[in-house]
């Protein structure tokens, strides 16, 4: 069993990696491994005939809520992306948000 907690710690581990080096937010990665528990409920309904309380219902819609929300791409001209990049001396706004679209689009 530790073998096979070990092996499963791997394969979240390479998950993160290779999620970094795509680009993505870290974060929809958890969520999406937390989707297991609905996949589950599903599951456990038709093959045992269990049924979700109204708070575990509440729960699973949260998180799916919370996944769009995450992976919802942010506007190049926000102020969390103007602020993250640097301005050069002597660019004028306009060279400047379409330096910000640009680096947008090719990050995503």
Do not use: W
């Not at 050069?88 to 680096?103: H, M, N, Q």
């Amino acid at each position: 069993m530790s073998f096979c907690k070990f092996c499963g710690f791997c394969l979240v581990v390479l998950t993160f990696h290779f999620a970094n080096a795509a680009g993505m937010n870290l974060g929809i990665i958890t969520v999406i491994f937390n989707f297991c528990c609905i996949t589950d409920s599903v599951v456990f309904y038709f093959v045992f005939n269990e049924k979700l309380s109204k708070s575990q219902l509440i729960g699973s819609g949260v998180l799916l809520l919370s996944a769009v929300f995450i992976a919802q791409k942010p506007s190049p001209k926000s102020d969390s992306a103007i602020n993250s990049y640097g301005r050069f001396p002597g660019e004028t706004e306009k060279v400047y948000l379409d330096r910000i679209e640009k680096i947008e689009a090719d990050h995503y």
